[in-house]
């Protein structure tokens, strides 16, 4: 009776990578191949053991080892023992390195690395969603920094604009009549920063804001009156919480959120487990 076809796949990292590219070879085949996913290799003898037992089985052998130790002691051992082997990564990255003219850096699990950095960033994002506008102040204990200030103030885009760059925002819209949550209060100075702006650069943004909305006319939205009465609130409010107050005016989102960010990160070593 034939032995059942194997094939060893065999990393420096997780190996998921190796094992995707040997299931996708092994679905071309109407037959079963069992698949050995060997992780995490770090001595050379661990990579004998391995070959050892692919020889004993007739098994090949695929590898996406980084370490160009490893894989020349891979080679060389596969070698002698006459095992066959595919290196995955090898001859992709000899001619990335022909091409682009610069040494790779041979860092074992960077792909993966890179995946938790985008998790980090789809979490942000959703965070930033889900407490945008004040909709629920649970939020603020959880973020990374609470943003408040009157309506377009850019809150919310500055919000989802640190959220690519992986921080937890939530923000707060400040309105007379509408009493503010008392979960506010709970949040830490360091973690606040209100957001003030010209009240006849703000007119215009609101007028404009409505004007895309399909309103003409005035409004008490856009009340010159109205809004630097709204901005004194919000003025006394920041004053309460004693936080850090920047002024928007004139200011790009990426001005701004670059600010903020290094606000948040000077904090963040001031204060340390606090934070």
């Known amino acids: 009776m034939a032995k059942q076809p194997q094939v060893y796949v065999v990393s420096d990292s997780l190996g998921e990578t190796a094992e995707s590219v040997a299931k996708a070879t092994i679905g071309q085949y109407d037959t079963d191949i069992e698949i050995h996913r060997v992780p995490f290799i770090r001595h050379t003898d661990q990579i004998e ?12 052998v695929c590898h996406t080892l980084v370490s160009p130790e490893l894989r020349a002691d891979f080679e060389r051992i596969a070698h002698e023992k006459n095992v066959r082997y595919v290196d995955i990564l090898g001859p992709m990255m000899n001619m990335v390195t022909d091409a682009a003219g610069v040494q790779p850096r041979m860092k074992p699990g960077i792909i993966h690395r890179l995946d938790e950095e985008y998790f980090k960033k789809v979490e942000a994002i959703e965070f930033a969603v889900r407490y945008d506008d004040g909709k629920n102040p649970a939020g603020f204990a959880k973020a990374d920094m ?52 010209d009240p006849y650069k703000l007119n215009g943004i609101r007028r404009e804001r409505m004007k895309a909305l399909g309103f003409s006319g005035t409004a008490n939205y856009t009340d010159i009156e109205r809004i630097e009465d709204e901005l004194a609130y919000a003025k006394e ?22 600010r903020i960010m290094s606000i948040i990160e000077r904090n963040k070593e001031l204060y340390g487990d606090k934070y």
């Open 146 to 197: 609470v943003l408040i200030g009157v309506s377009r103030t850019s809150k919310t885009p500055l919000s989802m604009y640190m959220a690519h760059k992986k921080y937890k925002v939530a923000n707060l819209p400040l309105v007379p009549e509408v009493q503010i949550p008392e979960e506010i209060f709970q949040v830490p100075p360091y973690r606040l920063i209100g957001l003030i702006i």
């Open 49 to 60: 053991k391995i070959i050892d037992e692919a020889a004993q089985a007739g098994a090949v």
């Open 237 to 258: 409010v920041m004053h309460q919480l004693h936080c850090t107050v920047l002024d928007v005016s004139n200011k790009a989102i990426e001005e701004t959120a670059s």
